[in-house]
């Protein structure tokens, strides 16, 4: 019941391609190879070491198969450096070879993309577009020429000098109307003598009115 009803679960798409399962590969038998070859050279240096012993104890047919070993691993080693190689330029080469997927890739879809914008905008509607704007600006240019050409130089002057008479009959008109007056100077101004007057008979009164009432 529970997966007829519940979300089936999708498995998110790998990410990892083949080139790179066979890159892993390759460079995991590389690092074998590499261990391999520090175990030869570690046994190398012993077969050396314990050939000197068989010779210091007069085993001599015991030193050189020995050294014979050695030999043979010697070999060993000079045949998984060429591996190493191998398995190196391999790598290098499938790498490379990504990289290059990728460009093509890219290429393409700009490709795609250059080709819809050609499609929007052909080269027949840009001439077109480029003859329009072309008479536009001929046009407005024959239309600054005729109008340049209308006035004669006498015509500028006149018009230059009313200008300037309209200029000065604002600058008259300003002058001429009246300041705003300030009507505090049209009031009458009141003695300070009557003032102090007025607030003592006040006072006087106040003092009568309280000595009434205590009374």
């Known amino acids: 019941m529970g997966n007829i009803f519940g979300k089936t679960k999708t498995k998110p798409v790998s990410r990892v391609t083949e080139q790179d399962k066979a890159i892993l590969q390759l460079k995991q ?3 074998k190879l590499k261990q391999y070859q520090k175990r030869i050279e570690i046994s190398l240096e012993k ?11 007069g085993r001599k047919d ?7 070993k050695k030999k043979y691993q010697e070999k060993l080693l000079s045949n998984t450096d060429a ?12 790498e490379f070879a990504q990289v290059e997927s990728q460009v093509v890739s890219g290429l393409k879809v700009g490709n795609e993309a250059l080709k819809k914008v050609n499609e929007i905008l052909s080269i027949d509607e840009v001439e077109q577009i480029l003859d329009e704007t072309r008479d536009s600006i001929e046009k407005q240019q024959e239309i600054d020429a005729l109008l340049n050409g209308v006035l004669t130089e006498e015509d500028e002057d006149d018009v230059l000098a009313e200008l300037e008479e309209l ?8 002058e001429s109307e009246p300041a705003s007056e300030d009507i505090s100077s049209r009031l009458p101004d009141v003695p300070d003598d009557e003032l102090v007057k007025e607030r003592r008979a006040r006072k006087e009164k106040e003092s009568t009115g ?3 009432l205590e009374a």
Not at 47 to 57: F, G, H, M, P, T
Not at 167 to 174: K, L, M
């Open 29 to 31: 038998q590389r690092d």
């Open 47 to 57: 077969d050396r070491e314990l050939a000197k012993k068989c010779l210091a104890s």
């Open 62 to 68: 015991r030193a050189k198969t020995l050294l014979r």
């Open 83 to 94: 591996q190493l190689e191998t398995l190196e330029k391999l790598a290098s080469d499938i």
């Open 167 to 174: 200029i000065g009959a604002d600058r008259q008109q300003a």
């Open 210 to 212: 309280k000595v009434a």
